[in-house]
């Protein structure tokens, strides 16, 4: 490989269980009912994709007017990164990129909490850059581009459905990480329990 893409949510980011919390709470304060069940379909897409499925009648910027400040304190307060994606990027030599489906604020609130999250990755994109997130392979091939690689040559490592198909929509090889044994990740071309069994890379 020429060079590994990581997702950031649920791979490199132990922070699933607090973005849903933060949905939840906000959801319950603009009336709405929502379970974690209903959010699963959209792990690993976008804010505005999530939205048109579950409340079409918010916008954006109402739903984050209440989510961002609990979320920002989750960041701040309870989210750390997975020790074993810590080890793997410690010992990577290649490039490296990030291609997450999070806002612009996030991901900058993350990688100033966790500095490494910034100094490791050559190229980042996320929801701000693209204008269709995952399961659409657009983000992937931005990052792609970017770096001047061609898909077939770069790694991906995604732990969400609509990030694996995404990423094989674009022509990349994935490595599927399974936090969650809900979620269905047998589209990869390799499914591991943990980071550190990549003893390939």
Known sequence: MD???????GTLLDSEPWHKK??????????????????MP?????????????????????????EQPILASYIETE????????????RL?????????????????????????ESRFSVSRCQADISKGKPDPEIFLQVCEAMG???????VIEDSPNGVAAARAAGCKVVAVQRHPD???????????????????
Do not use: K, Q
């Not at 989210?79 to 410690?90: C, I, K, N, Q």
């Not at 997450?100 to 996030?106: D, E, K, L, P, Q």
């Open 93 to 117: 030599t290649i490039p490296l990129a990030l291609a997450t489906s999070s806002m612009r604020w996030y991901v900058d609130t993350a990688t100033r909490r966790f500095p490494w999250l």
């Open 79 to 90: 989210m750390e990164t997975f020790a074993d994606a810590e080890r793997l990027v410690s």
């Open 3 to 9: 060079a590994i893409i990581f997702d950031l949510d």
């Open 42 to 66: 959209y792990v690993g897409t976008t804010l505005p994709h999530m939205l048109s499925g579950l409340a079409p009648e918010l916008t954006v910027e109402t739903f984050l007017s209440i």
């Open 183 to 201: 979620l269905d990740l047998s589209a990869a071309h390799e499914v591991v329990y943990d980071l550190d069994r990549l003893w390939f890379l």
């Open 149 to 155: 690689l061609d898909p077939s040559n770069c790694l």
């Open 22 to 39: 933060a949905e939840i709470a906000a959801f319950a304060e603009l009336g709405i009912t929502i379970t974690e069940a209903d959010l």
